[in-house]
């Protein structure tokens, strides 16, 4: 399990769901890291290194943030995630909270399926160093400039060869599960999650070539710091600064994202609550 640390009652219905698998004779991992600041849950813990191997399912109790934490965890051990929601509208949580004892139930019967997501591969090159940073995202890779009032030169590579250089706010490689992130504030386009694809959208370019770019996911993209200096950010979380010269390369993963599903939650139908659309 992966919990939400900060969140309210996700710590107790996570020892609630814990003692009932426990119960039902299964074995239940919390990495310690959670368990930090979720002390009821100590029983569980285990080292991160530990968490994947063997397992059955992950289980996110949170929203969409915490969901992309569980698959980072396991995604490199194709192991399904299955997503309660304590978050707001979530994209890629499905059970709610007073539904997660049916779930299990359905999952440890066999009656969901499971949806494949595309991942980035992400290679982070910093100077003096042929790789820094090897990370799996859900999401999508961002570098955006560090300071308020300026923009920064970013260089765009595909499939090593240079494309265009913006100067930019950020720009942003998202997978179609993405598209409906960062990317979507940013004028990108809303992409079937089920597709597999890369999406190259800058913000705010001082540039009159402003389009976002949907390639091929055999295709790769590089982000090359030109002048100034950029934060790195991997499905929202902050990987430090780049500098001219540093770049990140982005790919299709090498493991898709297992995420249970069991039907209730259509892609269509949460774009349609989030932005009030009619059917009529």
């Not at 059955?56 to 490199?76: K, N, Y």
């Not at 051990?77 to 709610?96: F, I, K, S």
């Not at 009032?149 to 913006?166: A, C, K, Q, W």
């Not at 710091?225 to 770049?247: C, K, M, N, Y």
């Amino acid at each position: 399990m992966i919990v939400h640390q900060r969140r309210p009652g996700t710590a107790a219905l996570a020892a609630e769901m814990a003692r009932w698998l426990t119960g039902a004779g299964h074995a239940v991992r919390v990495p310690t890291a959670d368990v930090a600041g979720c002390p009821e849950l100590a029983e569980w813990a285990v080292e991160a290194e530990g968490l994947a191997a063997g397992l059955d399912l992950a289980v996110s109790i949170g929203g969409d943030g915490t969901m992309l934490r569980a698959v980072h965890a396991v995604v490199d051990a194709g192991v399904p995630v299955m997503g309660v929601n304590l978050g707001h509208l979530g994209y890629l949580t499905e059970v709610e909270p007073n539904r997660w004892e049916e779930a299990l139930e359905r999952f440890f019967s066999g009656a969901y399926r499971v949806d494949e997501r595309m991942t980035l591969d992400v290679e982070v090159h910093r100077q003096g160093a042929d790789l820094t940073v090897h990370r799996a995202a859900l999401n999508d890779a961002v570098v955006e400039k560090l300071e308020a009032g300026h923009t920064v030169r970013l260089g765009v590579f595909i499939d090593e060869r240079p494309f265009v250089s913006y100067a930019a706010d950020a720009v942003i490689v998202a997978t179609p599960t993405g598209s409906t992130a960062y990317n979507l504030s940013a004028g990108g386009p809303i992409m079937s999650p089920l597709l597999s694809a890369l999406v190259v959208t800058p913000v705010a370019p001082h540039l009159l070539f402003d389009r976002s770019m949907v390639l091929a996911p055999g295709e790769s993209v590089r982000l090359e710091v030109l002048s100034g200096q950029a934060a790195l950010a991997i499905d929202g979380q902050t990987f430090g600064r780049l500098e001219p010269g540093e770049f990140l390369l982005c790919r299709a993963g090498p493991h898709a994202a297992k995420l249970v599903s069991f039907g209730e939650h259509d892609f269509r139908q949460i774009l349609r609550a989030k932005f009030g659309l009619s059917s009529g």
